[in-house]
RNA sequence: GGCGAGGUAGCUCAGUCGGUUAGAGCGACGGAUUCAUAAUCCGUAGGUCGGGGGUUCAAGUCCCCCCCUCGCUACCA
């Protein structure tokens, strides 16, 4: 029977990048939803961007661009990046759209309608200055109780001591510096008390995982607080129908978000949006969501809908957390890493992959160990899966132009056995117990490279058993079949390799039931490179800080319109800096080993470094135009050894040579390699 | 401080209702092999299952106490 299916992730923020931890939640959706799909149910897979909020607002403020722009920007910079990790949405839309206007519109006013509405006067921190109320995190000031310095308006960072903003002494707003002053506001509250009886039904009827639903009875057994829905001009966000100068709080539209894309989606593909979200629909909607934001998504959401009489998700799956090494994710360390950054030097799929094997169906944290990671996608995927193919592909296009045994042969019931694994792998991958599934996977990949061990049919060909080598190897790249079939989820970018190499107009869960035979295969190519431990390296150092200070964001400026219109002139010199900055830069002494010509590049050579203690570099320097290879064998010059590594069309560059020209723009020619006095030993340090 | 998760071989993890000598993969080491991206195959070593107490004929598995790690949270979604 054929599932429909519709399938959320949560709605990033546009305030800031796709990093790893965002991609835990984004591939294991991912993974669920081409399973669903290559299991041949209608499953739909949508997501958009949550623009709204202070933070967006003052942020375009600080670029000097609107808040519309701040935001399709970001929808650009997202959707690059989803893509290249293979997140196949089927729409990716926003929450700045008009579909999500009129159903948060909807929402509201049948809440209201149906008496769900307070009214209700708060006390709130306000600037004169800037005209507008403050949220307590844009409040700084010192800490009434240890007097830390420079503390947010809610809780100090330093004695853990929390207190209202008006407590803070030397309270500043964090955008001008004005000292904030109380003012009342009426607000709109949402009261989630009245669907005490209903929440305490749906949370129990199986929407959720075993460890939510304490959490839950926590939050039951402490009471539930009205929510306040509403913000006062200036806001970034909906203005809120008959209520001037008041806008909808962000979490209001955020997942009404959910349903504006698939509402988006239905217009675009003429599908019925009501069959998704009314009453009396009878499709599966599952949100995907992280363990941070289960409050919103299993008590305010599901009575938003019920109180404005739309239909109530099915389940609500939440994952923990991602660490790296064990650690939270940290600047300083170079582990907060960008899904930009990651991708400058690594593959997706082998993220894809080392996910896949540690995600579990519940609410676990996840730790990406990145020494694990590499021996664990070598060994599985290159070591085990891809080789699967390359060692017996080559005999069957060498002796018999790629045509695979027909019939298919006798493999003492190893096809049979692949194929019923499937059951249970497919089991595993609907309960998102995908570390299960790929470790059945792997078993079943080495069984199939000891049945090629036993066949051996680099013997077969010597002894010119035509047969018997033609029907090995057609085995074995069956059974390979099988197994990209299974991995298609988690790989879907090796998986249409694949279904190229085989000749196939799809894979499909089904097909994996009737094995291949008599058909021709492609000539063999890499599927998959295995990673260099120095990508790893590279990674991670250019996920570093540049310098100390950035590591936290640095308050608004006082007026960044007005300052931050042109770029400045070119400076004469550079402003002065301290010796302590000048010795982060760790410039050594380094003979050159090698230098050779990179084909491909007009402006490169190839730099082999000896820097002594820390060994050998390569350096791709752009100096070619006014140096031959021959000249700089064996001279010494001057390498910036910390210089993040940067991976290059031609290879890794890990440093970099210092030279002296007329800067940019300049005769290419006029370009003078640094060299230090001889004596100089490698590895010497320059200060 | 509160809540949650967790502490099992070097690493990542399995261990069902407590039941014979605690498992897997990777890594290490030894051997075989050479078709394959030094991949593969066979084998070996390696664990007082965080510590202590208790229940039991029997505990990694149940109970109590303690230690440690991670995450969240700190009257707020």
């Known amino acids: 029977?054929?599932?429909?299916?519709?399938?959320?992730?949560?709605?990033?923020?546009?305030?800031?990048?796709?990093?790893?931890?965002?991609?835990?939640?984004?591939?294991?959706?991912?993974?669920?939803?081409?399973?669903?799909?290559?299991?041949?149910?209608?499953?739909?897979?949508?997501?958009?961007?949550?623009?709204?909020?202070?933070?967006i607002m003052i942020r375009a403020r600080n670029e000097g661009i609107t808040p519309e722009a701040l935001v399709q920007r970001m929808h650009q910079e997202h959707q690059a990046d989803f893509q290249a990790f293979a997140i196949a949405f089927d729409n990716y839309h926003s929450t700045h759209s008009e579909e999500n206007r009129l159903l948060a519109e909807e929402v509201y006013r049948n809440n209201r309608a149906?008496?769900?509405?307070?009214?209700?006067?708060?006390?709130?921190?306000?600037?004169?200055?800037?005209?507008?109320?403050?949220?307590?995190?844009?409040?700084?000031?010192?800490?009434?109780?240890?007097?830390?310095?420079?503390?947010?308006?809610?809780?100090?960072?330093?004695?853990?001591a929390t207190y209202s903003p008006l407590d803070l002494k030397q309270a500043a707003c964090a955008l001008c510096g004005e000292k904030p002053v109380q003012n009342s506001s009426e607000h709109l509250f949402f009261q989630?008390?009245?669907?005490?009886?209903?929440?305490?039904?749906?949370?129990?009827?199986?929407?959720?995982?075993?460890?939510?639903?304490?959490?839950?009875?926590?939050?039951?057994?402490?009471?539930?607080?009205?929510?306040?829905?509403?913000?006062?001009?200036?806001?970034?966000?909906?203005?809120?129908?008959?209520?001037?100068?008041?806008?909808?709080?962000?979490?209001?539209?955020?997942?009404i978000g959910y349903m504006a894309s698939t509402w988006h989606l239905c217009k675009r593909s003429g599908r019925d949006f009501d069959a998704y979200w009314r009453p009396g629909s009878t499709a599966e909607v599952y949100h995907f969501i992280g363990k941070d934001i289960l409050y919103f998504h299993t008590l305010f959401w599901p009575a938003m809908l019920q109180g404005a009489g739309f239909r109530t998700p099915t389940a609500v799956f939440a994952h923990g957390f991602l660490t790296v090494n064990g650690q939270k994710m940290s600047k300083s360390r170079g582990t907060f890493i960008n899904a930009r950054t990651y991708l400058d030097f690594l593959d997706p799929e082998y993220l894809r992959y080392y996910y896949a094997c540690k995600l579990t169906g519940r609410v676990d944290d996840l730790d990406l160990n990145l020494e694990d990671f590499i021996l664990r996608v070598n060994a599985d995927m290159v070591g085990k899966v891809v080789n699967l193919a390359a060692r017996t592909a080559g005999f069957l296009h060498k002796q018999f132009q790629g045509q695979l045994s027909a019939p298919y042969p006798e493999d003492g019931g190893l096809y049979t056995t692949f194929v019923q694994a499937g059951e249970e792998i497919a089991q595993f991958y609907e309960a998102r117990e995908y570390a299960r599934a790929i470790r059945l996977i792997m078993a079943l990949a080495d069984s199939a490279n000891r049945y090629i061990e036993v066949r051996a049919p680099w013997n077969l060909a010597k002894q010119n058993q035509w047969v018997a080598l033609q029907e090995s190897c057609s085995v074995a790249i069956n059974l390979f079949r099988v197994l990209m079939t299974y991995l298609a989820p988690v790989l879907p970018v090796m998986a249409e390799k694949v279904r190229h190499l085989l000749n196939l107009p799809e894979l499909s869960w089904a097909g994996r039931c009737v094995p291949l035979s008599g058909s021709s295969i492609q000539e063999f190519k890499h599927l998959m490179a295995r990673i260099d431990p120095k990508q790893v390296e590279a990674m991670l150092a250019a996920s570093r800080p540049s310098s100390p200070e950035s590591a936290a964001p640095p308050p608004a400026a006082a007026h960044p319109s007005a300052s931050e219109?042109?770029?400045?002139?070119?400076?004469?010199?550079?402003?002065?800096?301290?010796?302590?900055?000048?010795?982060?830069?760790?410039?050594?002494?380094?003979?050159?080993?090698?230098?050779?010509?990179?084909?491909?590049?007009?402006?490169?050579?190839?730099?082999?470094?000896?820097?002594?203690?820390?060994?050998?570099?390569?350096?791709?320097?752009?100096?070619?135009?006014?140096?031959?290879?021959?000249?700089?064998?064996?001279?010494?010059?001057?390498?910036?050894?910390?210089?993040?590594?940067?991976?290059?069309?031609?290879?890794?560059?890990?440093?970099?040579?210092?030279?002296?020209?007329?800067?940019?723009?300049?005769?290419?020619?006029?370009?003078?390699?640094?060299?230090?006095?001889?004596?100089?030993?490698?590895?010497?340090?320059?200060?």
């Not at 006067?121 to 109780?145: E, W």
């Not at 929440?199 to 939050?219: I, V």
Request: glycine share 8%; net charge negative.
């Open 1 to 55: 029977m054929t599932r429909r299916i519709l399938v959320t992730s949560a709605l990033p923020y546009a305030n800031g990048s796709i990093h790893l931890g965002h991609l835990v939640e984004y591939i294991q959706t991912d993974i669920w939803v081409r399973f669903q799909k290559l299991q041949g149910h209608d499953c739909l897979y949508v997501c958009a961007d949550d623009t709204h909020g202070t933070p």
């Open 565 to 687: 219109s042109a770029s400045p002139p070119p400076a004469p010199s550079s402003p002065p800096i301290t010796l302590e900055t000048f010795t982060q830069v760790d410039l050594r002494v380094a003979r050159i080993l090698q230098a050779e010509q990179v084909p491909g590049a007009d402006k490169l050579l190839k730099l082999t470094l000896d820097v002594g203690v820390l060994g050998q570099r390569t350096v791709f320097a752009g100096i070619r135009a006014a140096y031959t290879p021959e000249s700089l064998h064996n001279r010494l010059t001057v390498v910036v050894a910390n210089l993040a590594p940067r991976k290059m069309k031609f290879g890794l560059s890990e440093g970099m040579v210092l030279a002296a020209s007329h800067g940019q723009g300049a005769d290419k020619t006029a370009l003078y390699l640094l060299a230090a006095d001889s004596g100089a030993e490698p590895g010497m340090r320059i200060q």
């Open 114 to 160: 149906a008496g769900h509405i307070a009214v209700a006067t708060v006390h709130q921190a306000y600037c004169n200055k800037d005209a507008m109320f403050l949220p307590d995190r844009f409040i700084r000031g010192t800490c009434p109780s240890c007097g830390a310095l420079d503390q947010y308006g809610d809780a100090c960072e330093h004695c853990s």
């Open 192 to 255: 989630l008390s009245r669907f005490e009886a209903f929440l305490k039904e749906w949370t129990r009827s199986g929407t959720l995982q075993p460890e939510m639903a304490n959490k839950l009875e926590e939050w039951f057994s402490s009471g539930l607080k009205d929510w306040d829905i509403s913000r006062d001009a200036p806001y970034f966000g909906f203005a809120i129908p008959d209520m001037p100068d008041k806008y909808f709080y962000v979490w209001l539209d955020a997942p």
